[in-house]
């Protein structure tokens, strides 16, 4: 079965840079398909950046032009670049696929960001 695991996150400044990583034990091929989520007050998993079905990147309105993905294949490892970090994305981040049947959910990782 496919395991996810996130790692990267701390405790930080608000205004500092972040990069977190989830290493995937799956097909390397299919890389593409997982994004990043995080989890909202409210329990829920909220999507902060993956590629839709139609081939778009979409990011979440609040990290726009703060926040990118990158994908290294050789690595089987999916990254979530944050700067410009603001204490509302003080969160736990989680790795999966943005559609679909999604795969066992990983740990996370907590982004703490605090002055």
């Known amino acids: 079965q496919v395991q996810l695991v996130e790692s990267g996150g701390g405790l930080v400044q608000p205004g500092a840079s972040l990069t977190l990583s989830c290493e995937y034990s799956?097909?390397?091929?299919?890389?593409?398909?997982l994004g990043w989520f995080r989890r909202t007050p409210g329990g829920q998993r909220e999507l902060v950046a993956g590629?839709?079905?139609?081939?778009?990147?979409n990011y979440a309105d609040s990290v726009k032009g703060r926040f990118s993905i990158s994908r290294d294949i050789t690595k089987n490892t999916v990254y979530l670049h944050m700067t410009d970090l603001k204490p509302e994305d003080t969160s736990v981040y989680f790795c999966?696929?943005?559609?679909?049947?999604?795969?066992?959910w990983g740990r996370g990782t907590q982004v703490t960001v605090s002055s």
């Open positions: 999966n696929k943005v559609q679909g049947l999604q795969y066992p």
């Open positions: 590629t839709t079905s139609s081939g778009s990147l």
């Open positions: 799956g097909d390397s091929n299919r890389i593409y398909v």
